[in-house]
């Protein structure tokens, strides 16, 4: 960093270590300045503008030509060929395809929020982003429809409305590219987690399926079980992408890099099992039914086994994680006590109380592995002095 020819910090070297994902803070005379790496794709908010003109153009033109061959002439709001239903095709599908292009164009181009982001990791951040976005704008159109009930438009303004929505739609996707960091991926793994739980249990309300158990969900007997299985899967999925996200760097510059590996390998087979449940629904007594189990037993061991051994597992972890930690393995041990030995607690009861424990606590620790991810800062102290002392110190 320092010229030893001139005596001086040069332009370059800082540059070179803010490339290196390190912020720099400058004290001059007291006075804070600070220097940091700018994601100019990111904030350039007329670039992203362009970016949506051209996919905006082609939604007007082909929902132009949908609406343009319909043969009434208004298109009702809502139905079954209507503004929403278009709208959800078109938008959605678009968005989608946009996102996966301006993903796969920018990690080729390696910017700067994804170049810790594994390739293998691409086609599930994908999968997951177009989900997120087909059942929020399914949601949003549902509601509308709902708040202008029997409502109609000629096709031009038909057009127009849909259009509106697709291009918002492009346009939040493209800015979602441009955002991805580790706290993005985190906040995606509670949507498609909680939200594709909670769908199951809304869907399934009226089949009581308490009165069985948490699994009964994932099962051909339950009201699109897809739901549930695909859910845990995918989740898995991201989980995985999220381990290899932070430690990708934090593996290297960490001196317990023995501890960090084996916290790596366990969270990941911990996501496998994950994955494993949904991949292998509990119907009836066979083969699938014991797979099922074996999968859950072995979800419930790998926690088991990262509460014990946190302390040693990972890097400066705090007094009140730790605490959190054994809160939670002591009342999943007092949960297992109250089923198993009394009685009180229902298998549903039993596993919902488990089940959002233990995802709790994953959260839990991936926030703490994401604090020792951060950015350092590096902080130069340059005094207030004569130009001919401030040379001869530097």
Do not use: C
């Not at 912020?23 to 700018?38: K, M």
């Not at 996200?245 to 099992?273: G, H, N």
Request: glycine share 6%; aromatic share 10%; no cysteine.
């Amino acid at each position: 960093m320092i010229d030893e020819e001139k005596n001086e910090v040069t332009v370059e070297a800082l540059k070179q270590v803010i490339a290196e994902h390190a912020d720099i803070e400058i004290l001059v005379a007291g006075q804070q300045h600070l220097f940091r790496e700018v994601n100019t794709q990111g904030n350039n908010q007329r670039l992203l503008l362009r970016k949506v003109l051209a996919p905006t153009l082609l939604a007007i033109v082909i929902l132009g030509v949908i609406f343009g061959s319909y043969s009434q002439g208004t298109i009702p709001l809502s139905g079954d060929f209507s503004i929403t239903t278009m709208t959800l095709a078109v938008a959605g599908g678009m968005g989608g395809l946009l996102f996966a292009i301006a993903l796969i164009v920018n990690k080729r181009r390696q910017a700067p929020n994804l170049q810790q982001l594994v390739w293998r990791h691409i086609p599930t951040i994908i999968f997951s982003f177009w989900l997120i976005l087909l059942i929020g704008l399914a949601v949003f159109l549902w509601l509308i429809g709902l708040s202008f009930e029997g409502a109609s438009f000629d096709k031009v303004t038909a057009t127009v409305i849909a259009a509106l929505f697709a291009g918002f739609v492009n346009y939040v996707m493209l800015l979602a590219v441009d955002s991805i960091n580790d706290e993005m991926l985190t906040n995606l793994l509670i949507l498609v987690s909680v939200g594709g739980i909670v769908a199951s249990m809304v869907t399934n309300s009226q089949r009581n399926w308490w009165q069985k158990n948490f699994s009964y969900l994932g099962t051909e007997s339950a009201h699109n079980s897809w739901q549930f299985n695909v859910t845990l899967m995918v989740s898995a999925l991201l989980l995985i992408a999220l381990i290899d996200y932070l430690f990708v760097d934090l593996v290297k510059e960490a001196p317990q890099k023995v501890q960090l590996w084996i916290l790596r390998i366990m969270l990941t087979m911990t996501a496998i099992s994950l994955g494993a449940v949904g991949f292998f629904p509990n119907n009836g007594q066979g083969r699938l039914h014991e797979l099922h189990n074996l999968a859950a037993n072995w979800l419930v061991y790998w926690i088991i086994l990262l509460i014990l051994g946190i302390r040693w597992l990972l890097p400066r972890v705090t007094r009140e994680f730790l605490t959190v930690s054994y809160g939670i393995a002591g009342t999943l041990l007092v949960a297992n006590f109250l089923f198993q030995t009394i009685g009180y607690l229902s298998l549903t009861a039993f596993e919902i109380i488990a089940f959002f424990l233990a995802f709790s606590w994953i959260l839990l620790l991936v926030q703490n592995i994401r604090k020792l991810h951060r950015r350092p800062r590096i902080v130069i102290e340059i005094a207030a002095q004569t130009p001919e002392a401030s040379s001869k110190e530097v």
